[in-house]
């Protein structure tokens, strides 16, 4: 049974602070790792990808991934309360298999 | 603008009627797309995957001929939840590729 781990929060930071979200996985053999947006009443939408060890940056947002500790977070830098939301982490494995949701983690971004 | 649409955005009914979700890629062909259920505050929950020219592949616990899926073209796939109870009043979701959900149906069975 594959298994993406996240803590539901809420995770509460004040504006302008850092926002570090994590997750772990369970498969090691997994190749693709995705963060997703939720607003509240919703639909998911992507708004990182990694692939390979290390960091991916893109504007505020800075995903890592450590494979050898199954491990991918999400930073966003110069929080905002308009990236109050929740966060999903989804993990995929080698050729085609499906994508495995963690429950997300709900980040509240207080003025 | 939007990749993948679904209709209708939100629908009411009563119970014992069927309801038919629809969800289109707007911009590319899927041969796979993935159907998802998401009750209030609750984590997104995979109901079936949707195979173009083949039947749908169900979760465990998720019943077949109560949620009909169709994937009658590569780019359409429905859900029809039939003989709907108030259970079933739900947040439901397409998907299709890493990249794209659509933006959710509401459904609330009265």
């Known amino acids: 049974q594959k298994e993406v781990e996240q803590n539901s929060g809420p995770l509460s930071v004040p504006e302008g602070a850092i926002a570090s979200l994590n997750c772990t996985y369970s498969d090691r053999g997994s190749q693709s790792f995705f963060w997703y947006r939720q607003y509240s009443g919703k639909s998911p939408e992507l708004i990182m990808s990694i692939y390979s060890n290390g960091d991916k940056e893109d504007g505020r947002f800075t995903a890592q991934l450590n494979k050898a500790s199954q491990y991918v977070s999400l930073l966003i830098r110069d929080s905002q309360p308009s990236d109050s939301a929740t966060y999903l982490c989804a993990v995929k494995g080698s050729g085609y298999s499906t994508l495995t949701f963690g429950k997300g983690t709900m980040l509240l971004v207080s003025p | 603008g939007a990749v993948v649409s679904q209709h209708p955005s939100r629908v009411i009914c009563k119970s014992g009627t069927s309801v038919k979700i629809e969800c289109r890629s707007l911009?590319?062909?899927?041969?796979?797309m993935f159907w998802y259920r998401q009750f209030p505050k609750q984590s997104l929950m995979l109901m079936a995957t949707?195979?173009?020219?083949?039947?749908?592949?169900?979760e465990q616990g998720v019943e077949k001929d109560k949620f009909l899926i169709n994937h009658a073209s590569l780019t359409l796939s429905t859900l029809t939840v039939t003989s709907a109870h108030p259970e079933d009043s739900s947040f439901y979701i397409c998907r299709v590729d890493e990249q794209f959900f659509g933006p959710g149906t509401r459904l609330t069975v009265l």
């Open positions: 911009d590319f062909q899927a041969t796979t």
């Open positions: 949707s195979n173009e020219g083949s039947k749908a592949t169900y």
